[in-house]
Nanobody, 122 residues
Framework: QVQLVESGGGLVQAGGSLRLSCAAS????????MAWYRQAPGKEREFVAF???????TYSDSVKGRFTISRDNAKNTVYLQMNSLKPEDTAVYYC????????????????WGQGTQVTVSS
């Protein structure tokens, strides 16, 4: 089992920055690919970014160039640095984990955090 706890959400003005963290406990963190998703009210859960167990990363087109995903295996933590935030980035952000292989699809992830709210005001 892997437990995931997100933190770092909050209220920020458009153009501002936030850094989300997701702390993992349980089995070997370095063997897991990690992803961030988000869900706005009334919308489906949306892929944001993933970072493979090997370190490679991929982003959705909507955040590419503004968000950066990274991981610190020594701290069992994955981060999402969000810059140039827009009101449309407002959502609950979720961290997810799966062993080895990567995917954009939520159904492929085995473990989820409880989410952290990000609100961007215009």
């Amino acid at each position: 089992q892997v437990q995931l706890v997100e933190s770092g959400g909050g209220l920020v003005q458009a153009g501002g920055s936030l850094r989300l963290s997701c702390a993992a406990s349980g089995r070997t963190f370095s063997a897991y690919s990690m992803a961030w998703y988000r869900q706005a009210p009334g919308k489906e859960r949306e892929f944001v970014a993933f970072i493979a167990w090997s370190g490679g990363d991929t982003y959705s087109d909507s955040v590419k160039g503004r968000f950066t995903i990274s991981r610190d295996n020594a701290k069992n933590t994955v981060y999402l640095q969000m810059n140039s935030l827009k009101p449309e980035d407002t959502a609950v952000y979720y961290c997810a984990a799966r062993e080895y292989g990567t995917s954009r699809y939520p159904r492929d992830y085995d473990y989820w955090g409880q989410g952290t709210q990000v609100t961007v005001s215009s």
